[in-house]
Antibody, heavy 127, light 107 residues
Framework: QVELHQSGLGLLKPSETLSLTCTVSDGSIAIGGWYWNWIRQRPGKGLEWIGNIYNNGSTNYNPSLQSRISISVDTSKDQFSLELTSVTPADTGVYYC???????????????????WGQGTTVTVSS | DVQMTQSPSTLSASIGDRVTITCRASQAIATWLAWYQQTPGTVPKLLIYKASNLEVGVSSRFSGSGSGTEFTLTISSLQPDDFATYYCQQLHSYPWTFGRGTRVEIK
């Protein structure tokens, strides 16, 4: 069973950059067939999809965060990463990485759902 | 963005009850909907994909239905492990969006 392991610092000051990395245990990033996602859960705000990336570097971002986020992939290290710039206390919450399989259908394919999640990283932004 | 509206926001029920949670999309999303369960301090768990398909390993007391703009998650006989918060998510169009959640609590 594949595992996603998150790493990165969770305590930041306003205006700093959040950097998180998610390591995939089975090398499946390079194989293809999944989108690799970041989601966050802010206190009292529910789940918010941040963005995703495919192994070729193709990204999709949430427009609400697009000006501040960057998601990258390193297939040689089986990792994908999130950078969120100019953080404020409103960015405080738990950040998750997760994968979404692409399922073939006729024609094309569809997104399965967030089926495997990282353990979550608590991010606190405070001066 | 597609807005996802869940109801109710909180539901009180007893062990053995049949429970239904509704999720409405602000525009048609075909069957591109997933349901998740989250207990406090844990990672969300995928229950249902493509509106009505049970994820591997998930109990058959969970079922999903619907298409277009209205969807339901049903728990046929509530068990102690089912007291949790449930979220719907649309994967029809970017940005993917979630409902605000339905908390199922013990009556």
């Amino acid at each position: 069973q594949v595992e996603l392991h998150q790493s990165g610092l969770g305590l930041l000051k306003p205006s700093e950059t959040l950097s998180l990395t998610c390591t995939v245990s089975d090398g499946s990033i390079a194989i293809g067939g999944w989108y690799w996602n970041w989601i966050r859960q802010r206190p009292g705000k529910g789940l918010e999809w941040i963005g995703n990336i495919y192994n070729n570097g193709s990204t999709n971002y949430n427009p609400s965060l697009q000006s501040r986020i960057s998601i990258s992939v390193d297939t040689s290290k089986d990792q994908f990463s999130l950078e969120l710039t100019s953080v404020t206390p409103a960015d405080t919450g738990v950040y998750y990485c997760a994968r979404v399989p692409l399922v073939p259908k006729v024609p094309g394919w569809y997104y399965y759902g967030l089926d495997v999640w990282g353990q979550g990283t608590t991010v606190t932004v405070s001066s | 963005d597609v807005q996802m509206t869940q109801s109710p926001s909180t539901l009180s029920a007893s062990i053995g009850d049949r429970v239904t949670i509704t999720c409405r999309a602000s525009q048609a999303i075909a069957t591109w909907l997933a349901w998740y369960q989250q207990t406090p301090g844990t990672v969300p768990k995928l229950l249902i994909y493509k509106a009505s398909n049970l994820e591997v390993g998930v109990s058959s007391r969970f079922s999903g239905s619907g298409s277009g703009t209205e969807f339901t998650l049903t728990i046929s006989s509530l068990q102690p492990d089912d007291f949790a918060t449930y979220y719907c998510q649309q994967l029809h169009s970017y940005p993917w969006t979630f409902g605000r959640g339905t908390r199922v609590e013990i009556k």
